[in-house]
């Protein structure tokens, strides 16, 4: 389904009640599954959480089976571990076809090197994986954290199922540290003396215990800290909090440079508009990738020159990233460049001239929908495509939309601002 996109006629005030936060639900089900208990699959709150829930809801199969994952990155990487260290788990671990070009090579690298019995179906470093779960060592090892935290938060989960305790040597540039002490401190609060500094997790071997954790979602709340930047209106998100195990909650002062104010308050984060913008805009995102589309969309949208490093983990999300936002962007008159190898994004804030109304792809990526919307603000009767991506992570995010003041139409309906000059 495409949706053509209209602003707001008003100044937009809204208030949002975000989903829960997708990353705390998945470790959540991880770790209340080690601990006995099995997530409801109907009582989450996106499609990527629902997968992971209805998989250990089936139970982990014994047969030889195909376990599916379809487009959940973190059920694939947590899963992988998971199966590996349970005894009797035999199965043949898959997942879409994006899926299957995403790295898992450091992951299975170091379930090995504990004992783990994996094998590749297909290609080398990468899904499906063929498993036989066994009883693992733990002890230390070295691990590339280069290409994805998850790997690393994967192993501290299964811990209790080790023999012995598990110490990671994290090596190379480590991605989104920010996922790693969320893991750190939900596990600490499941009664496991997580010890996390920036290169080593230390994890005892020691049971858990059953504990609930839920906040509102950090991540989708940047695409509102984006409406409010680009439509300068008063958005309250219900109930996030400042006190949070989140990283992009770091998305308050990066917005706070393109216009948006932040307010902390018994209702949750009110956003407001400032007129002190920043010339331009330097931040290393390596903390949290998942903020960059929205950060990029406001910063083409305002005219704030931009160069975001740290971003390279943006190939192998659900889409490239990189490239794709390059591409959209691009169908506004703004030339986005990468440099450093393709660790750093830039816009110098020049445009050139654009004759179509842009519709935008958005590659099968929940965050790259949700952050090309936004554009209708400035050019009323965009399309984007393929909106049911959000389901992901975000299932009422254009039902938000409308009820924000956002008009979304069938695409092949005429465009009202023609009809009107027509009058």
């Keep these: 389904m495409d949706y053509r996109i209209f602003p707001p006629e008003e100044?937009?005030?809204?208030?949002?009640?975000?989903?829960?936060?997708?990353?705390?639900?998945?470790?959540?089900?991880?770790?209340?599954?080690i601990v006995g208990r099995k997530a409801d699959p109907s009582a989450q709150g996106c499609a990527d959480t629902a997968v992971l829930?209805?998989?250990?809801?089936?139970?982990?199969?014994?047969?030889?089976?195909?376990?599916?994952?379809?487009?959940?990155?973190?059920?694939?990487r947590f899963l992988t571990a998971l199966c590996a260290s349970t005894p009797g788990c035999r199965c043949v671990l898959t997942g879409s076809r994006r899926m299957c070009e995403r790295p898992l090579g450091p992951l299975v690298h170091v379930l090995r090197m504990l004992g783990a019995d994996i094998e590749y179906a297909g290609e080398e470093g990468f899904p499906p994986l063929k498993i036989s779960g066994r009883r693992l060592s733990g002890g230390s090892v070295d691990i590339d954290a280069s290409v994805s935290s998850q790997?690393?938060?994967a192993l501290m989960m299964i811990t209790p199922l080790l023999d012995n305790d598990l110490i990671l040597s994290l090596l190379g540039d480590v991605k989104s540290l920010p996922y790693i002490s969320m893991t750190a401190e939900l596990m600490r609060r499941h009664g496991v003396a997580v010890d996390f500094d920036r290169d080593k997790v230390e994890v005892p071997c020691s049971p858990l215990r059953a504990c609930d954790c839920a906040e509102p979602d950090w991540s989708a709340a940047a695409f509102w800290y984006e409406i409010a930047a680009v439509t300068a209106g008063w958005v309250t998100l219900e109930g996030l909090s400042a006190d949070t195990v989140q990283g992009d909650s770091a998305?308050?002062?990066?917005?706070?440079?393109?216009?948006?104010?932040?307010?902390?308050?018994d209702e949750g984060?009110?956003?407001?508009?400032?007129?002190?913008?920043?010339?331009?805009?330097?931040?290393?995102?390596?903390?949290?990738?998942?903020?960059?589309p929205a950060l990029v969309v406001s910063c083409c949208l305002t005219g704030i020159p931009f160069r975001l490093s740290g971003i390279e983990a943006l190939r192998y999300k659900e889409c490239d990233r990189i490239a794709?936002?390059?591409?959209?962007?691009?169908?506004?008159g703004c030339l986005l460049e990468t440099e450093v190898y393709g660790t750093v994004l830039s816009w110098d804030g020049r445009r050139v001239p654009v004759h179509t109304m842009p519709v935008f792809d958005t590659y099968g990526d929940h965050r790259m929908a949700m952050a090309l919307a936004a554009v209708a603000v400035f050019v009323p009767g965009i399309v984007v495509k393929d909106v049911e991506v959000v389901e992901k992570s975000y299932p009422a995010f254009w039902q938000q939309l409308e009820s924000a003041g956002f008009r979304l139409a069938d695409p092949a309906d005429p465009i009202p601002q023609a009809d009107e000059q027509e009058a």
């Design 11 to 33: 100044i937009l005030e809204t208030t949002v009640a975000l989903p829960a936060s997708k990353s705390i639900g998945a470790r959540q089900i991880i770790l209340d599954y």
């Design 53 to 76: 829930a209805g998989i250990l809801a089936a139970g982990l199969p014994s047969d030889g089976s195909t376990v599916d994952v379809g487009t959940a990155g973190t059920a694939m």
């Design 151 to 153: 790997f690393v938060s």
């Design 251 to 265: 998305v308050v002062p990066l917005f706070e440079r393109l216009g948006v104010l932040t307010e902390f308050t």
């Design 269 to 292: 984060a009110e956003l407001s508009a400032t007129p002190d913008l920043y010339n331009s805009l330097d931040a290393d995102m390596a903390g949290m990738p998942d903020a960059v």
């Design 324 to 332: 794709a936002l390059c591409a959209e962007m691009a169908k506004i």
